[in-house]
Each structure stands twice: as structure tokens, then as C-alpha cells.
């Protein structure tokens, strides 16, 4: 970065910009860079969500049944809640108020903390149930409702791939292939974003960070939003969509 | 012109995205007839318009082979100037100047980010309530209408993309954009070749 806080209080930005502004444009516009990786990457696995739903949809409605709306909506408001903190965060490093910077920092790893202590119970529930994809999906029952649930389906609605009893029970576990795949890549970065919340929070209690310079926190917001965006449609296709 | 070509390019791509839908009939007359016109712009530009043609023959018969290289190596060596110097590009922008780079960012008051943090809360428990509901596809449909709602407030205020510069919400567009492709690809192919669940 090397960004030096001279003895009066000033910032000096590297030699190769042309002002701390410049350097800040430049910094952002490569984050703006990350977030659409992140967008692609995660857009990626929305579609291939929405290809073997519309192929395949009695087995996502009958797995969503088996998540909790109720933490799916909590979870949801904690980290809407941790957006707005980290937004806060950012405003009063603007504000040059180190302090109050400082406790919504705290407050947005707080939340994130909460988002993966309800995140753990959900895993630890569907891990104990046998509803893990590939070899240890061991639920059975979870395929009968499946084949339940298209047995009540009007007749001219069903596929050939639906009506294959045996291939049904074969991919029944792919719900939980998307859910444990898309929920812990997010999970993931959600972690990543704590830990990166964290280092701006001990920056700004050092007093690295002011209204003239604040670029890193900036950063790490862009982040954290974007993990609160893909949460947004994570929710309501996961727990809610059936 | 290039701008002309690209565009028409766009609209060659996005008429074939809705060939499976429509059939045969309407695609292939509309591309060949933007291929065509593009084409014929494109010459008529070249020869009458920017007499292109015309100094390229020109520049070959007086310095042989390489003389129609000449102008590109110009261009070139004028961006290569422009990257060395950006102060020059910067100063003219008018942004700012000062040593210690004065910053000029809009601060977003904190009633707005209550408002915004109101709005999301809102749209979750809209979103809740909705699923309760059975609309049968149209469930679909509006838990992601919802969802976009929410992520344009979360991006245009937390992420303060309303204030930012046009390059950033370009760059972010255009990642949205091929999302967008890789969709309407992936929904032409499933839904025309592979039998569908109509009922959600």
C-alpha cells in the first residue's frame, strides 16, 4: 500500500500515483475488479441451481422442507444488520472518528460470528440426519418423500427422468450437493470476511485511518456487501423456493 | 465505427438467444440482414467517408511496404505518452490536485443508511411472508424480483455505487451482464432440449 502517515497527521500516497485520490480511484477500481469474479463465481453455481431445478424441481421442493426458514431469516437479518455496520464503520473512519469506527467494526464481526454459529447448528442438524451428498447420505426417508411427492404430481406434468423411480432415489441427495456447496462457499467467505474486518478494526484503533485515507476499510466493505448480496438470493432460492 | 460493429454484434447475439424460442423464421433474415447493412456501412465508411482507403494507398506508394503501418506506430507511441504522463490526463479532469490529495467523496448521512437498512428488513420479511404463500412458479419470480430490489439498495448505498465513478458501475454491469448471457444461453439450451417441469 505503502501509504505514510507523516508526523503531522498527514497522508502521503506512493510515488507512482498522482494523489492519495488517485490512488485511492485506483485501489477501489481494482476491488470493483474482485467483486465481479465473485459475482461470476458464485453466479456460476446459481445456474447450474437453476438448471436441475427446472429439470428436477419435486427434489429441491422436498429439501427445502427440510431447512429451518426461521434461521434462514435470522440469519438473513443478522447479516443485513452487519451491513449496515460495516457501512457505518466506513462512515465514521470518513468522519475521522476513530472510536465509533472501531465499535461498528466489532459490532459487524459480532454479526458474522452469530451468522456462523446458527450456520454450525444448521450443518451439525443435517450432518446427524444423513443428509450429506456423494456416499454418506444415509436418509432414506428424505428419498421417499421424493417419490411420494411425485407420485401426487398430476400425471401429464411428469418427465420421463421423474417417472424413473430408480434414477429419482439415485439423485435425490443432489439438493444437498447445491445447498452444502453454495451455503459453505459463502460460509467460507464470510469467515475471510471477518478476518479481514478485523485487521482494518485493529488499523483503525491504531489510528492508521482517517477521512483522508480509509481505502483498506473501503475495501473490505465492498467485500462484506458482497457476501451480504449473495446471501440475499442464497436465502429465498435455498430456504424458501420449493 | 468500431462502436457500430460492436453493437451490431450485441444484437446478432441476443436475436440468437431467442432463435430456439421463435424458431427459424425470424433469426437468420434479421442477422444476415445486420451482417449485410454492417458490412456496407462499414465499407462505405472506409472508402468515402475517412478516405481511408484512399491515404493507405497513398502511404504504401510512398514509403513501400511498412507505409501503412505508419499512422498505427503514431497512435501508439500518443497512448504510451498518455500512459507516462497520467498527471497530464489527471490535471485536465480537474479532480483535484493538492499535495496531500484533498478527497471529495460523497458521505452518505447516516439517517440514509437506517432508511436502507429499513427497506431490506422490509424486503426479508416480504419475502417470508410471500413464501407462506403458494403462487406456484410466480414464487420463483418474486422471491428473486425481491432479491433484486434489496441487492440495488445494498449496492447503490452500502456500497456506495450511486456516488461512485461511471467505471466502477461499468465494470460491475459487465459483470452482470455476462451472468445474464450465461443464463439466457443456459435457459434457451435446457429448455429446448431437455423436457422441463413446467409445474414448480
Known amino acids: 500500500m505503502s501509504i505514510v502517515k507523516t508526523e503531522d497527521g498527514h497522508f502521503h500516497h506512493a510515488h507512482h500515483f498522482n494523489s492519495l485520490s488517485h490512488q485511492y480511484d485506483s485501489a477501489k477500481q481494482g476491488v470493483w475488479l474482485f467483486m465481479v469474479t465473485e459475482i461470476l463465481m458464485f453466479g456460476g453455481l446459481f445456474v447450474a441451481y437453476l438448471i436441475y431445478k427446472s429439470l428436477y424441481a419435486p427434489i429441491f421442493h422436498v429439501g427445502s422442507s427440510y431447512l429451518d426458514w426461521r434461521l434462514g431469516s435470522i440469519n438473513t437479518v443478522v447479516l443485513i444488520t452487519s451491513s449496515f455496520t460495516m457501512a457505518l464503520g466506513i462512515y465514521f473512519n470518513q468522519k475521522n472518528k476513530p472510536k465509533q469506527a472501531v465499535i461498528a467494526l466489532a459490532l459487524t464481526i459480532l454479526c458474522a460470528l452469530a451468522f456462523m454459529v446458527i450456520k454450525y447448528f444448521e450443518y451439525s442438524h443435517k450432518i446427524h440426519l444423513g443428509l450429506v451428498p456423494g456416499k454418506y447420505f444415509t436418509n432414506t426417508e428424505f428419498q421417499n418423500k421424493v417419490a411420494e411427492y411425485i407420485s401426487n404430481m398430476p400425471i401429464e406434468s411428469l418427465t420421463p427422468a421423474l417417472s424413473d423411480a430408480n434414477l429419482m432415489k439415485k439423485i435425490a441427495p443432489l439438493y444437498f450437493g447445491f445447498y452444502f456447496v453454495m451455503t459453505g462457499l459463502h460460509g467460507l467467505h464470510v469467515v475471510i470476511g471477518a478476518c479481514l474486518i478485523f485487521w482494518v478494526m485493529v488499523k483503525t484503533a491504531k489510528g492508521q485511518f482517517g477521512a483522508e485515507y480509509y481505502t483498506p476499510v473501503e475495501g473490505v466493505g465492498l467485500f462484506w456487501h458482497i457476501v451480504d448480496l449473495i446471501w440475499i438470493y442464497l436465502f429465498p432460492l435455498l430456504y424458501l423456493v420449493g | ?200
Request: some cysteine.
Open chain 2, 1 to 200: 465505427m468500431e462502436l457500430f460493429i460492436q453493437y451490431s454484434l450485441y444484437i446478432i447475439s441476443c436475436v440468437c438467444i431467442f432463435v430456439p424460442f421463435f424458431g427459424f423464421g425470424l433469426g437468420p433474415p434479421v442477422i444476415i440482414g445486420t451482417a449485410v447493412s454492417v458490412f456496407a456501412g462499414n465499407a462505405y465508411a472506409l472508402i468515402a467517408q475517412k478516405g481511408i482507403l484512399k491515404n493507405f494507398i497513398k502511404d504504401k506508394k510512398d514509403s513501400g511496404q511498412s507505409g501503412g503501418l505508419v499512422p498505427v506506430l503514431e497512435e501508439a507511441q500518443k497512448l504510451i505518452d498518455g500512459i507516462e504522463n497520467p498527471g497530464s490526463v489527471m490535471k485536465k479532469e480537474g479532480h483535484h490536485g493538492d499535495e496531500h490529495g484533498e478527497h471529495h467523496h460523497h458521505i452518505i448521512p447516516i439517517p440514509v443508511y437506517v432508511g436502507v437498512l429499513l427497506v431490506l428488513l422490509i424486503g426479508t420479511v416480504i419475502t417470508v411472508a410471500v413464501a407462506q404463500v403458494d403462487f406456484g412458479a410466480m414464487n420463483t419470480v418474486i422471491a428473486i424480483l425481491v432479491a433484486t430490489i434489496k441487492a440495488a439498495f445494498v449496492l447503490a448505498f452500502f456500497m456506495h455505487l450511486k456516488y461512485d465513478n461511471m467505471l466502477n458501475r461499468v465494470i460491475f454491469g459487465s459483470g452482470f451482464f455476462f451472468l445474464m448471457l450465461l443464463i439466457a444461453f443456459s435457459a434457451a439450451d435446457i429448455f429446448t432440449r431437455a423436457s422441463v417441469v413446467k409445474t414448480f
